[in-house]
């Protein structure tokens, strides 16, 4: 029996089957997985549950080495304050962002030449090593988003 046939119901959806869909797909939203069909396994409460959990863990900063930290903040600023949204990321389709973070990563032992803009590289290493490691994510992510829109993901 589903919970709306119980005739307990009280909410601003018609039914629970109609709340716990909506709250399906919002989740999927947040955690970007596609809402039509997430989860494919069909126990939404389940994975809705899961999901909120290990959202809540990363929100709170938990699992994470302070590297990996600095690298999710490096790439927030990218995005919030350079302006270097996926979608500006989506015009880099030749690998600039990869050799962007490569000329970071690798610091002065990599040609500086080869890359797709100005590099500065600074003093702080470490610095340099998370704004290229922010970069390779970013270019992992824009190859996933490239997959998910030619069906090779």
Not at 32 to 40: I, L, N, S, Y
Not at 69 to 74: G, I, K, P
Not at 135 to 152: H, K, Q
Request: proline content about 5%; aromatic content about 4%; glycine content about 10%.
């Amino acid at each position: 029996m589903s919970m709306s046939e119980t005739g307990n119901w009280r909410g601003p959806y018609a039914s629970a089957d109609v709340a716990l869909d909506e709250l399906r797909r919002s989740v999927a939203q947040i955690i970007g997985a596609d809402p039509e069909t997430w989860p494919e396994h069909g126990n939404a409460p389940l994975a809705i549950a899961a999901a909120i959990g290990l959202r809540e863990g990363a929100l709170k900063g938990q699992h994470k080495t302070p590297a990996v930290r600095d690298v999710l903040a490096e790439r927030h600023r990218q995005i919030s304050a350079e302006g270097y949204t996926p979608e500006h990321d989506d015009h880099h389709v030749a690998n600039e962002l990869g050799i962007a973070a490569a000329c970071y990563l690798g610091g002065g032992s990599i040609d500086q030449s080869i890359a797709p803009w100005p590099i500065k590289l600074g003093t702080d290493e470490r610095r340099a090593k998370v704004i290229g490691a922010a970069l390779a994510l970013a270019e992992i992510e824009r190859m996933d988003r490239a997959a998910a829109v030619t069906g090779d993901g």
